[in-house]
């Protein structure tokens, strides 16, 4: 089974600084995904950012960079110039790649509640 | 739809009624899935479908709890007998089949037992 950890309970930056997430997981497999899902307090979750365990590289999407280590099953998530509009709850989420019953079941981390102040 | 839709947004009810969540998912979208929000808590996986049958019914956390799927587009899953400790909020999300990289989620229905 997987898990996914967030130590963080909650974070707060002020406005224009940059702030790092953590997350850690555990799994005995190999080809899997990644992600940060955003939930602001309209509970929409969105998807920030996605990571595929194959790709070496650290997927970044605008002011959003992930640090993916995949040795120490450990991927963080960076947010630049941080915004009002970042003040949400962030989840680090696991998919495995691999079909099956199970296909495409997101196992979350607890959550990180982000607070962004002016 | 545009978006995955959900009703009701936010649902009352008395210990012991039974209530029925819906989901519409994005149109073409094979995969839908139900997940619960409990106060405080990350999301926790309810049920899996693929078109119409739930290969994975693995966290349904008691037999009160059931869901279906048909035409392989709206589902709904129901709580019978609601206890307070199903308060939570219920997501829903769908995916094509040939896109397992990013599920597209609802707005979630609030289910507070009174």
């Known amino acids: 089974a997987q898990t996914v950890t967030q130590s963080q309970p909650e974070m707060s930056v002020q406005e224009a600084e940059t702030v790092t997430l953590s997350c850690t997981y555990d799994?005995?497999?190999?080809?899997?995904?990644l992600f940060w899902y955003k939930q602001p307090p309209s509970r929409q979750m969105i998807l920030v950012i996605r990571q595929e365990a194959y790709k070496q590289q650290n997927a970044t999407e605008n002011r959003f960079s992930v640090n993916f280590q995949k040795a120490a099953k450990s991927f963080s998530l960076k947010i630049s110039d941080s915004q009002l509009g970042d003040t949400a709850m962030y989840f680090c989420?696991?998919?495995?790649?691999?079909?099956?019953?199970?296909?495409?079941?997101?196992?979350f981390g607890q959550g990180t509640i982000l607070t962004v102040h002016p | 739809g545009a978006g995955v839709s959900q009703s009701p947004s936010n649902k009352v009810t008395e210990k012991g009624k039974d209530v029925e969540l819906r989901c519409d998912p994005i149109s073409g979208h094979t995969a839908l899935y139900w997940y619960r929000q409990s106060l405080g808590q990350g999301l926790e996986f309810l049920i899996y479908f693929q078109g119409n049958s739930a290969p994975d019914k693995s966290g349904l956390p008691s037999d009160r709890f059931s869901a279906e799927r048909t035409g392989g587009s709206v589902s709904t899953l129901t709580i019978q007998r609601t206890q307070q400790e199903d308060s939570a909020v219920y997501l829903c999300?769908?995916?094509?089949?040939?896109?397992?990289?990013?599920?597209?989620f609802g707005q979630g229905t609030r289910l507070t037992v009174v």
């Open positions: 989420a696991f998919v495995l790649n691999a079909g099956g019953t199970s296909y495409g079941k997101l196992t």
């Open positions: 799994t005995s497999e190999n080809n899997y995904y």
């Open positions: 999300a769908s995916t094509t089949l040939g896109d397992d990289t990013e599920a597209f």
